[in-house]
């Protein structure tokens, strides 16, 4: 079936370390995955994503890894700031389908 | 930069009234979607809108919901009879292209509806 979840639902920080944030998918059709923030009150904010035949991809201060083999996705954040505290979701899509299948979320606590 | 609007930000009603959740798309995007989340719980798909056609929906898109773009620039989700597990935060979304692998779906800051 369609399922994406995340281990964590917290993960505390502290100001300039590095956040890792993971997420497990069971649904080997799918070719697509973005990681999205949302902060208190606001839609999802779109970060960064990857598409199944990539096993890395980098961004400003995050970096997307797939393993496809465990089917694990994660986030990496360096230097995290206050500002990156939020919600943070994978999302998951199958070939040729209009939808997002959100994972659970977590939540990433900065601590100054 | 262009950004998807969603009015009201809060919609209170009682159950069994109708609601029409209104969102306003970025101006060059031709996809629209709608997904809620009820609190504490994963964003969910609700319906994709194409060419004035659905062109996806999910399990919970049934007969009491509806999709309209009354004009063009409009794109409206409405909730024909509320029930009270109709509470949620309503998120409008809208893309340039079409398939969610192909283009990124920029959210709205969603509408929260509670139905008493």
């Known amino acids: 079936g369609e399922s994406v979840g995340l281990h964590l639902p917290t993960l505390s920080v502290q100001e300039g370390d590095n956040s890792i944030i993971n997420c497990a998918y069971s649904?080997?059709?799918?070719?697509?995955f973005i990681w999205y923030k949302q902060e208190s009150g606001k839609g999802p904010q779109f970060i960064i994503d990857?598409?199944?035949?990539?096993d890395k991809r980098q961004g400003q201060r995050v970096t997307v890894l797939l393993n496809k083999t465990v089917k694990h996705l994660s986030l990496q954040i360096a230097a995290t700031q206050p500002g990156d505290s939020a919600v943070y979701f994978c999302a998951e899509v199958m070939d040729s389908s209009y939808k997002l299948i959100f994972g659970s979320g977590t939540r990433l606590l900065v601590r100054p | 930069e262009p950004e998807v609007t969603q009015t009201p930000s809060h919609q209170v009603t009682q159950m069994g009234q109708e609601v029409i959740l209104r969102c306003v798309p970025i101006s060059n995007h031709l996809y629209f979607y709608w997904y809620r989340q009820i609190l504490g719980q994963k964003v969910e798909f609700l319906v994709s809108f194409y060419n004035n056609e659905i062109s996806e929906k999910s399990e919970i898109f049934d007969d009491q919901f509806s999709v309209e773009r009354p004009d063009g620039s409009n794109f409206t989700l409405k909730i024909r009879s509320t029930k009270l597990e109709d509470s949620a935060m309503y998120f409008c979304?809208?893309?340039?292209?079409?398939?969610?692998?192909?283009?990124?779906?920029?959210f709205g800051p969603g509408t929260r509806l509670t139905v008493l």
């Open positions: 649904n080997s059709a799918s070719d697509y």
């Open positions: 990857i598409r199944s035949n990539m």
């Open positions: 979304a809208s893309s340039e292209e079409g398939h969610a692998n192909t283009d990124t779906q920029y």
